[in-house]
């Protein structure tokens, strides 16, 4: 249920940025990935370069994933309380 909510809210953000808001975001956040692959030693077109690509590109996906999470467990209970049906042992 947790991970419903969490994609739900990331997708209500979305829709918040215009496409060419988000186009410009994503350019910027790859410049700024390929500059940081060839700060490590990384030479554009190489599998060590995809790689690393891949790894930051996976490492923001946690950190998005981990708030969402954290955004999610700090919302208020409902008002019918943080438990409505039977309980969990049932």
């Known amino acids: 249920m947790r991970k419903w909510l969490a994609v739900a809210m ?3 953000l979305a829709a918040c940025v215009s496409p060419e808001e988000q186009a410009a975001a994503d ?3 790859r410049h700024a ?3 940081e692959c060839q700060s490590l030693g990384f030479k554009p077109g190489s599998n060590g370069f995809g790689n690393c ?3 930051l590109k996976e490492i923001r996906a946690q950190e998005d994933n981990t708030r969402a999470i954290d955004r999610a467990n ?3 209970p409902p008002w019918w309380g943080p438990r409505y ?3 969990y042992w049932w």
């Open 10 to 12: 990331l997708l209500t």
């Open 27 to 29: 350019a910027a956040q």
């Open 33 to 35: 990935d390929e500059q």
């Open 53 to 55: 690509m891949l790894k």
């Open 74 to 76: 700090t919302m208020p």
């Open 85 to 87: 049906g039977p309980p």
